[in-house]
């Protein structure tokens, strides 16, 4: 009885044994994995590109009285930084409030349609990005307005409102 009451508890024992050795590599697995899906997240430099072309296009639609393609550009430039939420994230609350202060006004003139005043803050704005780019270290990254957009596929001069983007 004893001898068998041993041979259990002995096999017990192996058993979790075993499964925690079997959890502990399956957790390091598992860590390797959620490295690798870090590893290839985006950090800042390829969402800043689609900001870039998002804030370019912004301009066009808003002058081409395109105020949902305006007002659509701003929100996808808004949300293309997400991935920078977990991959950078203690330089993202700086994209946040930028985007909740400093760019407010430009959001602002595209949900009243008023185009001087768009024109005039978004002028502005762009300061902002470029005071960012020197305040982490990228002051040879200068935004400029371009003469025209660098996204040459959509109508710029197409009649919309800007309560017309679908929520
Ligand atoms: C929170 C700070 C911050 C703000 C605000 C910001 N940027 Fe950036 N931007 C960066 C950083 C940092 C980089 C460099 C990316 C890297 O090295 O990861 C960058 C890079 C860029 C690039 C170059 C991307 C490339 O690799 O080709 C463009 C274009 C750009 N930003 C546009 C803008 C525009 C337009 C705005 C304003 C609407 C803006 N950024 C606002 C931090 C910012």
Redesign the pocket.
């Known amino acids: 009885m004893w001898k068998k009451c041993m041979r259990t508890l002995t096999v017990a024992g192996l058993v979790v044994a075993s499964s925690s050795l079997f959890v502990s590599a399956a957790g390091k697995d598992v860590q390797s994995q959620i490295d690798g899906i870090m590893g290839a997240l985006p ?3 390829v969402p ?2 689609e ?2 072309d998002r ?1 370019q296009n912004m301009y066009f639609a808003a002058e081409g009285g395109n105020w949902a393609l305006a007002s659509y550009m701003s929100r996808y430039m808004n949300k293309a930084m997400n991935p920078a939420k977990i991959t950078k994230p203690n ?1 993202y609350p ?2 946040e409030s ?1 985007y909740a202060d400093d760019f407010a006004a430009v959001n602002k003139a595209i949900a009243a349609e008023d185009l001087s005043t768009f024109k005039k803050e978004y002028k502005a ?1 762009i300061s ?2 470029n005071s ?2 020197s305040g ?1 270290g ?1 002051d040879f ?1 200068k ?1 400029v307005k371009l003469p025209a957009p660098p996204d040459k596929f959509i109508e710029y001069n197409l009649s919309s409102k800007a309560a017309d983007v679908p929520k």
Request: aromatic share 24%.
């Open positions: 950090k800042f430099a800043m590109r900001v870039g804030f330089a700086d994209w930028f704005v902002s990005c960012c780019h982490m990228y990254i935004v």
